[in-house]
């Protein structure tokens, strides 16, 4: 039986990775807990989709420790994990053309016997998971024949279907348009404030992570430069310190939120 710290989603502690004895991540320390959506940002290549992939199970650390709901995550089987932690990835790919219909179902497995097919209630969650992203119209359309924008809005919805307790979510609205980006980024933060439903989000946009993000964590060239409540890290200092451009942070009483407008540093 596995037991849960309820507040810790996940502890890395001293964690070092790297692709082929190329190092991308250097000594990572970090809690998550529960109660708070987290942004994680940083440049191209700053280590993001590894850190996620990582956090996920998907890649193994070469050094340190990474511990989820307070049991070290090798001790996971592959299904318990995927009861409660759904990836959403950057890139979603499904080689063969499956319905798009069955794609969101197969959401529901790590919850079904061996052999069962899905009963009237997972209907139900089916049907809610295409509404809420809003392609239902595409049910029946082979998922090979979808854009980018249609196959992340798939990717999404299969990942409610598998009723997480935790989203990983990269990148996921970066070939959405600002409508659809919107429109998923809402759904998702009221299944956190309504459903518990816990996020941790790479995200590209420092507008839209302004908007959606309590906790950010902003990574350069494999470290953590800094981490915090959104209010106190997104400053004009850190993101030059990050990107490298210069920035003004304004509250924005039309979005209720921090906005930031950028340029690049000036010549003299
Ligand atoms: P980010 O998500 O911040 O853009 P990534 O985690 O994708 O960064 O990549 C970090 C670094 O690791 C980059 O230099 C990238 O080229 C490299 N990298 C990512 N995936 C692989 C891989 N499968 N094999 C080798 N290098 C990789």
């Given amino acids: 039986m596995i037991s849960e710290n ?3 989603l996940w502890r890395l502690t001293d964690v070092a990775f790297g692709y082929n004895g190329t190092s991308v991540l250097e000594t990572i320390n970090l809690e998550l807990r529960r109660g708070y959506s987290y942004g994680i940002l940083g ?3 700053s280590g993001k989709t590894t850190l996620l992939d990582l956090m996920g199970g998907l890649l193994t650390p070469d050094r340190g420790t990474i511990d989820f709901l307070d049991q070290p995550l090798p001790s996971w089987t592959k299904k318990k994990l995927a009861q ?3 990836l959403v990835p950057q890139e979603f790919t499904v080689r ?3 319905p798009v219909r069955e794609v969101v179902e197969m959401g529901l497995h790590p919850h079904l016997h061996r052999f069962a097919a899905p009963n009237e209630q997972d209907q139900t969650i089916i049907d809610e998971a295409l509404r809420l992203t809003g392609i239902s119209h595409l049910a029946k359309r082979p998922v090979t024949r979808l854009s980018g924008g249609e196959k992340q809005r798939v990717a999404v919805a299969r990942a409610l279907a598998q009723k997480p307790q935790v989203l990983l979510l990269d990148e996921a609205t970066s070939n959405l348009d600002i409508h659809h980006s919107l429109e998923i980024l809402h759904l998702i933060r009221s299944r956190f404030e ?3 439903l816990q996020v941790v989000a790479v995200m590209h946009d420092l507008n839209l992570a302004s908007f959606f993000c309590d906790q950010l964590i902003f990574l350069k060239q494999g470290k953590i430069i800094c981490q915090g409540p959104t209010r106190e890290v997104l400053t004009p200092e850190n993101i030059k310190q990050v990107y490298g451009v210069e920035a003004e942070v304004r509250p924005n009483p039309f979005t209720n939120c921090r906005q930031v407008s950028f ?3 000036m010549t003299p």
């Fill in 6 to 8: 309820q507040d810790i």
């Fill in 43 to 45: 440049p191209n290549g």
């Fill in 84 to 86: 409660k932690l759904a």
């Fill in 96 to 98: 063969f053309g499956y």
């Fill in 194 to 196: 309504k459903q518990g």
């Fill in 263 to 265: 340029r690049l540093p």
